[in-house]
């Protein structure tokens, strides 16, 4: 979850933003469960967020793949584990998982920049 104080350039951080302010139960109940399952366990944070990369694609979540892209990243994985990843995805989804997973080599673009 992220905090800028009502001054978040990026969309998603207002979204989040704006889900706190106007869902407050909602967004205080995903904090605790998300941080509780994104940790190091039986897997280690990058395969997880490797996971929810490819979740994220099969299911069409643009800031889906924007956050988990950029975990990812943070996590240590490569852009090519990324990829690989959307691609299970693809295999999965079939055709409108592609053109999702065009959407996690954009996130990737625009995460490596940062």
Do not use: W
Request: contains cysteine; neutral net charge.
């Amino acid at each position: 979850m992220t905090n800028c104080n009502g001054s978040c350039t990026n969309p998603r951080d207002a979204a989040m933003n704006a889900m706190k302010a106007r869902a407050p139960d909602i967004a205080k109940a995903f904090g605790p469960f998300f941080h509780a399952l994104m940790k190091d366990g039986a897997l280690p944070v990058k395969q997880k967020e490797l996971i929810a990369v490819g979740i994220a694609v099969a299911v069409r979540c643009e800031g889906c793949i924007d956050a988990h892209v950029e975990k990812c990243l943070k996590a240590g994985a490569s852009s090519a584990e990324i990829m690989e990843a959307a691609g299970v995805a693809v295999l999965m989804g079939g055709g409108p998982a592609y053109t999702y997973a065009a959407s996690a080599a954009a996130a990737l673009e625009r995460a490596e920049k940062v």
